[in-house]
């Protein structure tokens, strides 16, 4: 595992008091020494700081560093075990796949839960990446389900999630593109669907038809055309 972009977590950041009591010393510990910290007590950790990741959408930046943090330290501490056991990671996953499996309920609950989920997952795979700098592959995997369905009907018919479907493509679209181009070209797919639908609205179509230009122009945008494009998400 290499690392992603470089961070600094302070306390303050880490809002550890916002916790339940019972789970900040152990998130704390996993921070500074995972291996330190039992393996089923480790899962539990992966799944407080999911928890709040996308049940509190101004968090979920700050919970994929943290959980950036512990794999990379956990990967450190175990990668010449003979059988390692990544619970953190595994924890971390697991999770995940179980949320996306209920996201359909997630999303009737609150919408803004279901956007921040999958924010979340995009600031994993851009932060907790494989030995060759790679996004995890489960990971990623479970972004692209996620995107697919933002790209589609119901969830492109809504502006918060088109929104995001924008947000999260202009700036991670390079590195998902690279690490799983047929996963992209299936996404685009769907991305000219929504496009040519007569129900999706004009605001929608001029998000769909940037994010298809990136795209074909291999994920670079001039500035006079972001600036036009953030104006016309931003109406």
């Given at each position: 595992?290499?690392?992603?972009?470089?961070?600094?977590?302070?306390?303050?950041?880490?809002?550890?008091?916002?916790?339940?009591?019972?789970?900040?010393?152990?998130?704390?510990?996993?921070?500074?020494?995972?291996?330190?910290?039992?393996?089923?007590?480790?899962?539990?950790?992966?799944?407080?700081?999911?928890?709040?990741?996308?049940?509190?959408?101004?968090?979920?930046?700050?919970?994929?560093?943290?959980?950036s943090q512990?794999?990379?330290k956990e990967f450190q501490a175990?990668?010449?075990?003979?059988?390692?056991t990544y619970a953190f990671r595994n924890g971390l996953i697991?999770?995940?796949?179980?949320?996306?499996?209920?996201?359909?309920?997630?999303?009737?609950?609150?919408?803004?839960y279901w956007v921040s989920f999958v924010q979340f997952q995009a600031g994993l795979f851009d932060l907790v990446k494989d030995s060759t700098g790679s996004g995890l592959t489960t990971i990623t995997n479970i972004l692209y389900d996620c995107l697919e369905?933002?790209?589609?009907?119901?969830?492109?018919?809504?502006?918060?999630?088109?929104?995001?479907?924008?947000t999260i493509l202009t700036s991670i679209g390079y590195n998902l593109s690279?690490?799983?181009?047929?996963?992209?070209?299936?996404?685009?797919?769907?991305?000219?669907?929504?496009?040519?639908?007569?129900?999706?609205n004009t605001k929608t179509r001029d998000i769909l038809l940037n994010i298809i230009e990136l795209n074909a122009g291999g994920w670079?945008?001039?500035s006079a055309l972001e600036s036009y494009y953030f104006n016309i998400i931003a109406l």
């Open positions: 595992m290499t690392k992603g972009r470089q961070f600094e977590l302070t306390l303050s950041e880490i809002d550890l008091e916002s916790y339940i009591p019972e789970a900040q010393p152990y998130i704390l510990q996993a921070l500074e020494d995972p291996k330190s910290v039992g393996r089923v007590i480790l899962i539990e950790v992966a799944n407080t700081i999911v928890n709040r990741a996308w049940e509190d959408k101004g968090y979920n930046g700050t919970a994929a560093k943290i959980c512990i794999c990379e175990e990668k010449h075990d003979v059988i390692p697991h999770q995940l796949t179980l949320l996306y499996d209920d996201r359909e309920e997630m999303r009737a609950t609150n919408i803004d369905d933002l790209a589609k009907p119901p969830c492109i018919h809504n502006s918060k999630e088109a929104v995001a479907l924008w690279k690490d799983s181009p047929q996963r992209m070209q299936k996404l685009m797919v769907i991305l000219r669907e929504s496009f040519l639908s007569q129900k999706t670079k945008m001039s």
